[in-house]
């Protein structure tokens, strides 16, 4: 026996008609799919005597207390094919981003940047999304101040190159910290985010400044949860 299956129809191409459909039959059929509606059998008169069952679509229905559960094209059903959550592009709108703000007074110079790292990567969120921007903006003040463990603020090196032979420059953390000291902060971030061109628009998100003055005070900056204790420099 033949099956063609079609949106509005099935037709079964038999030598003999199809015996009558039982009750258990008025809600699924056999076939691989539900059926919305009662079938109903109709002889088609070919020199086969095939048989065609054609159903009435019918729109789901879903209770009122359950359709805060889907949006969109799926306000009529729930999609069975994609299970799995991935954000919209609603999910992640730059606008509706918190702001943090820090201070780099006398912090750690690695445990600052990887706490800034994770907000701005998102990894304190329950909807983290490797692929895609979920972070927040984060700003950081008295880039100056920042503090070292060790002997690493006259052995800890920072190079550039200017891509022509010999432009080879190389300086200490103490002086770079005296010429740009924002750079060390961003220096230390960077390399803690993605290396492509996600990683890129992640960057952009970090606002260093030298001194307690910031031009964003419109967003409205909240204090950044700094969870670990071992991040301010004992003296």
Same mark, same amino acid.
């Given at each position: 026996?033949?099956?063609?299956?079609?949106?509005?129809? /099935?037709?079964?191409?038999?030598? !003999?008609?199809?015996?009558?459909?039982?009750?258990?039959?008025?809600?699924?059929?056999?076939?691989?799919? !539900?059926?919305?509606?009662?079938?109903?059998?109709?002889?088609?008169?070919?020199?086969?005597?095939?048989?065609?069952?054609?159903?009435?679509?019918?729109?789901?229905?879903?209770?009122?207390?359950?359709?805060?559960?889907?949006?969109?094209?799926?306000?009529?059903?729930?999609?069975?094919?994609?299970?799995?959550?991935?954000?919209?592009?609603?999910?992640?709108?730059?606008?509706?981003?918190?702001?943090?703000?820090?201070?780099?007074?006398?912090? *750690?110079?690695?445990?600052?940047?990887?706490?800034?790292?994770?907000?701005?990567?998102?990894?304190?969120?329950?909807?983290?999304?490797?692929?895609?921007?979920?972070?927040?903006?984060?700003?950081?003040?008295?880039?100056?101040?920042?503090?070292?463990?060790?002997?690493?603020?006259?052995?800890?090196?920072?190079?550039?190159?200017?891509?022509?032979?010999?432009?080879?420059?190389?300086?200490?953390?103490?002086?770079?910290?005296?010429?740009?000291?924002?750079? *060390?902060?961003?220096?230390?971030?960077?390399?803690?985010?993605?290396?492509?061109?996600?990683?890129?628009?992640?960057?952009?998100?970090?606002? /260093?400044?030298?001194?307690?003055?910031?031009?964003?005070?419109?967003?409205?900056?909240?204090?950044?949860?700094?969870?670990?204790?071992?991040?301010?420099?004992?003296?």
């Amino acid at each position: 026996m033949a099956v063609h299956c079609s949106s509005s129809s /099935v037709i079964f191409a038999s030598h !003999s008609p199809p015996k009558s459909f039982s009750s258990s039959h008025n809600k699924t059929l056999f076939l691989g799919f !539900s059926l919305a509606s009662k079938p109903s059998v109709v002889p088609n008169k070919t020199p086969k005597a095939a048989t065609q069952i054609r159903c009435q679509e019918k729109t789901p229905h879903i209770p009122l207390e359950q359709r805060w559960m889907f949006e969109g094209s799926e306000i009529d059903g729930p999609d069975i094919w994609n299970k799995t959550w991935y954000p919209k592009g609603a999910d992640h709108v730059n606008t509706d981003k918190p702001w943090y703000i820090v201070d780099a007074t006398d912090k *750690i110079l690695g445990r600052l940047a990887s706490t800034i790292a994770i907000h701005i990567r998102g990894k304190n969120l329950a909807t983290y999304t490797p692929s895609v921007d979920m972070g927040a903006f984060v700003i950081v003040i008295n880039a100056e101040k920042v503090a070292v463990s060790g002997k690493k603020r006259t052995q800890k090196l920072y190079r550039r190159h200017s891509g022509r032979p010999g432009g080879m420059k190389v300086e200490t953390f103490d002086q770079l910290q005296q010429r740009i000291p924002e750079r *060390i902060i961003e220096h230390a971030v960077r390399g803690m985010l993605p290396k492509e061109r996600l990683g890129r628009q992640l960057f952009n998100h970090l606002k /260093v400044y030298a001194g307690p003055d910031h031009p964003h005070k419109a967003q409205k900056p909240i204090e950044l949860p700094i969870r670990d204790k071992r991040i301010q420099k004992q003296q």
